[in-house]
Each structure stands twice: as structure tokens, then as C-alpha cells.
């Protein structure tokens, strides 16, 4: 399969390049930047020396569309609903990396995004991208949206308790983490290396555009309307997030027990590792890696559950989950091109 990656020059760009290259079944045809284009990759990440050797080229649609099957829309909110619906036209498979198709409803796209949202038609035929949860729409999905990060490590990690009614809805609180790459490559003062080191942040109190993602699942997979309660934090690291979540229990259940649920309802998605009792992972452990990894408490003092969920923002929360999903498109094997052992130390 030939792909090519819209938005070369990002993060999560560098990083599919970095995973499409082992990918026994996919050939990266092209990179595609509107503001570097011409230029050699290696010119703006050396690291790709030797690797990448054509020049990152401008957009035409009409003879892309011709050398590709599948396109990655590497770029940033307010973008890839303006050029990818041309794509799906023509009959390519579009794997969106940005947040334009992950909400349903244009009102509240426009109202967090502070942008114009997609047309509704490609709304509605976008199937979100949670790679674990809804396999079976993915393998039919011409336009997958995928998941933000904070949604990814939030959602699979609520989603079994959720649909075993084990917590109340209305009780959780997700006090999320995320090292420096979240924020992209642009300059900006928050991200700032004398702003960020030996510091730590809380940042869009009630404001993150992630909110009415990870209501909108939620909700879908509990039939009930439930605000969180969402903080997000930079800390002073490169990749990585932790989201600890909060809820209280519908009835007493032991640690144990929610752990033997979380090890059934994941047990044929190799990617979602399951603490064992009295273990809880860090983000050293997914680095560089597809995996999600999971540890529980449920306090009987408290009646609260407590969950702690770890992924790579870069891998599983974009780039990685991206792949996953054109895997599971094409019924090829989940972990193809994804076999990487997170990077220790």
C-alpha cells in the first residue's frame, strides 16, 4: 500500500515516518508540507539522514490522489476539513490526525475548537479511531478520526468499568499529565525551555478541546450525559502521559477483582498491558511505544476506584494508534510494523 503524510514537518509526522519505515506492507510514497516544501527532510530533522532522501513537496490533490491509497493528516486543527473530503471523493483512505472529525455535532466543534467545523455528512461517516473499542466500525471506515491523546489514555482506561456499571458517571475527575511534545513543535512561550524546566503547569482549566471528546465517548458507552471534571499539566519531560482518574464506586469490589476485569476486556488487544495488584506504571515503561498500560486501586476506605493510565503521546495517542488503525482497515495483524519494546531507560 502506498501512503503519504499531509503536514510533513510535526511531531506526529516525523514520528510515522519513523514507524511507516518498518512496516512490512505500507511504502511511504510522500511527505507533503506547504511551508517547507522543496526542501530535504534531513534539513529540518538530521535524524532522517539517509533515511528519507526525496524533498518534502507541495499539495496537488489531483496527482496524489492518483499515486496513494491512504493519506495521514499530520496537520493541525482547521486544516484537514478543508482538503480531506476531496480525498474521500476520489476514493482514498484518510486516517486524521487532527481533532476536526472527532466531534459529531458542529456547534460544539465550533465552540471548543473556536474554528468552523467540518461539513456534517463527513462528521456523521467519520468512525472514531479508539482502536481497542471500535474495531469493528474501523474495518469498514473509509475517514477514520483519530483519538487525541489525553482521550486515549482517559477512555481505555473508564470504558471497561463504564460498561460494567462499576463507577458513578457524575463522580470522575481525570487529573491528566504530558511531557513537552504534546504541545507540537511551534514556538510559544508556554512550551519555552526555561518556562517548562523545573516546572509544572496546569494549563486550560475547563477550557481543553479533549473535554467534549472524552464526554462524547463516555457518553455513548454509559447512555448517560456526564460532565468530568478534566485538568491537564505539562511536566518537563519530552513524551509520555498519565492520566490518574478518579470515581467512586456503585458497590464495594476489591482491587483484585477490577483487575481480573480489565485483563478479560482486554485480553485479544495486545497493546493494553494490565498492572498487576500493588503495580503502578510509569510513562518510562510505553516510551517509544504502542502500549497502554493500566494499574488499578480500588480504596475500600474511600469507595473511590482509582485508575492510572499510561501512553506515549507521540505512539498510541497519534501516530502509532494512526497505524493501528490502518492494520485493522486492511485485516492485517494489529502490532504489524507496531512491535517496538518501549525504550528503557
Same mark, same amino acid.
Given at each position: 500500500m502506498r501512503a503519504a503524510i499531509i503536514g510533513g514537518t510535526g511531531y506526529s509526522a516525523v514520528e510515522l515516518i519513523r514507524l511507516l519505515q518498518h512496516h512490512p506492507y505500507v511504502e511511504l510514497e510522500t511527505v507533503i508540507s506547504h511551508s517547507t516544501a522543496g526542501?530535504?527532510?534531513?534539513?529540518?530533522?538530521?535524524?532522517?539522514?539517509?533515511?528519507?532522501?526525496?524533498? $518534502?513537496?507541495?499539495?496537488? !490533490? /489531483?496527482?496524489? @490522489?492518483?499515486? #496513494? %491509497?491512504?493519506?495521514?493528516?499530520?496537520?493541525?486543527? &482547521?486544516?484537514?476539513?478543508?482538503?480531506?473530503?476531496?480525498?474521500?471523493?476520489?476514493?482514498?483512505?484518510?486516517?486524521?490526525?487532527?481533532?476536526?472529525?472527532?466531534?459529531?455535532?458542529?456547534?460544539?466543534?465550533?465552540?471548543?475548537?473556536?474554528?468552523?467545523?467540518?461539513?456534517?455528512?463527513?462528521?456523521?461517516?467519520?468512525?472514531?479511531?479508539?482502536?481497542?473499542?471500535?474495531?469493528?466500525?474501523?474495518?469498514?471506515?473509509?475517514?477514520?478520526?483519530?483519538?487525541?491523546?489525553?482521550?486515549?489514555?482517559?477512555?481505555?482506561?473508564?470504558?471497561?468499568? $463504564?460498561?460494567?456499571?462499576? !463507577? /458513578?458517571?457524575? @463522580?470522575?475527575? #481525570? %487529573?491528566?499529565?504530558?511531557?513537552?511534545?504534546?504541545? &507540537?513543535?511551534?514556538?510559544?512561550?508556554?512550551?519555552?525551555?526555561?518556562?517548562?524546566?523545573?516546572?509544572?503547569?496546569?494549563?486550560?482549566?475547563?477550557?481543553?478541546?479533549?473535554?467534549?471528546?472524552?464526554?462524547?465517548?463516555?457518553?455513548?458507552?454509559?447512555?448517560?450525559?456526564?460532565?468530568?471534571t478534566f485538568t491537564t499539566h505539562l511536566v518537563p519531560m519530552t513524551r509520555g502521559i498519565m492520566a490518574t482518574i478518579y470515581a467512586s464506586l456503585n458497590t464495594p469490589v476489591k482491587t483484585g477483582d477490577i483487575i481480573d476485569l480489565y485483563q478479560d476486556y482486554y485480553q485479544d488487544h495486545p497493546f493494553i498491558r494490565i498492572c498487576k495488584e500493588g503495580i503502578i506504571p510509569t510513562t518510562k515503561e510505553v516510551y517509544g511505544s504502542n502500549y497502554c498500560d493500566i494499574g488499578v486501586l480500588a480504596d475500600e476506605r474511600t469507595g473511590r476506584l482509582t485508575i492510572v493510565s499510561v501512553i506515549d503521546n507521540l505512539v498510541k495517542g497519534a501516530s502509532g494508534q494512526a497505524i493501528q488503525n490502518l492494520n485493522i482497515m486492511n485485516g492485517w495483524d494489529v502490532q504489524t510494523g507496531l512491535e517496538y519494546i518501549p525504550l528503557y531507560p
Open positions: 526542501s530535504e527532510m534531513d534539513s529540518i530533522y538530521p535524524h532522517l539522514t539517509n533515511i528519507i532522501d526525496r524533498p $518534502l513537496t507541495a499539495l496537488n !490533490i /489531483d496527482s496524489l @490522489s492518483e499515486e #496513494v %491509497d491512504v493519506i495521514f493528516f499530520a496537520t493541525p486543527s &482547521g486544516v484537514s476539513k478543508e482538503i480531506l473530503p476531496k480525498f474521500l471523493e476520489n476514493g482514498l483512505t484518510c486516517i486524521d490526525l487532527s481533532g476536526d472529525f472527532r466531534l459529531k455535532s458542529q456547534t460544539v466543534y465550533e465552540k471548543w475548537y473556536k474554528k468552523s467545523a467540518a461539513e456534517q455528512k463527513h462528521l456523521d461517516s467519520a468512525v472514531y479511531g479508539l482502536s481497542e473499542i471500535y474495531q469493528t466500525a474501523i474495518k469498514e471506515a473509509k475517514l477514520i478520526a483519530n483519538p487525541g491523546c489525553y482521550p486515549t489514555a482517559t477512555l481505555l482506561a473508564l470504558i471497561p468499568v $463504564l460498561q460494567h456499571n462499576l !463507577i /458513578d458517571c457524575d @463522580s470522575i475527575i #481525570v %487529573d491528566a499529565k504530558s511531557g513537552v511534545s504534546g504541545a &507540537g513543535r511551534g514556538l510559544s512561550l508556554g512550551s519555552h525551555y526555561s518556562e517548562v524546566n523545573e516546572n509544572l503547569k496546569a494549563y486550560k482549566l475547563g477550557k481543553h478541546q479533549h473535554i467534549p471528546e472524552i464526554e462524547q465517548i463516555l457518553n455513548q458507552q454509559s447512555g448517560k450525559t456526564s460532565p468530568i
